[in-house]
Nanobody
Framework: QVQLLESGGGLVQAGGSLRLSCTASGRTISTYDMGWFRQAPGKERALGAAISQTGRRTYLADSMKGRFTISRDNAKNTMYLQMNSLKPEDTAVYYC????????????????WGQGTQVTVSS
């Protein structure tokens, strides 16, 4: 059984930074693709970023480009989302996802999901 635990969320002022972490237990992540999704109040959950097993292939939503970076450390069984220049519209619950298919990550059909971590950006 795979468990994903997100951490690093919190309250930050606009323009600030946060780094989210997603640590997996029960399975080695090196053979899995991973992604970050977010769900803002009143909106559906949406893909934000994705990264392939080796980290060579990445995807970032347009709203994140130039501000966020996705990375992973397979030795630590952890994926990261570095978020800089945060805006109030980045306020959401951020979820990590794990799947052996990059396309299923991109389509939101990942097999494993974390419980989410709240990010709140004040203006």
């Amino acid at each position: 059984q795979v468990q994903l635990l997100e951490s690093g969320g919190g309250l930050v002022q606009a323009g600030g930074s946060l780094r989210l972490s997603c640590t997996a237990s029960g399975r080695t992540i090196s053979t899995y693709d991973m992604g970050w999704f977010r769900q803002a109040p009143g909106k559906e959950r949406a893909l934000g970023a994705a990264i392939s097993q080796t980290g060579r292939r990445t995807y970032l939503a347009d709203s994140m480009k130039g501000r966020f970076t996705i990375s992973r450390d397979n030795a630590k069984n952890t994926m990261y989302l570095q978020m800089n220049s945060l805006k109030p519209e980045d306020t959401a619950v951020y979820y990590c996802a794990l799947d052996q298919s990059f396309s299923r990550i991109l389509s939101g059909r990942a097999e494993y999901w974390g419980q989410g971590t709240q990010v709140t950006v004040s203006s």
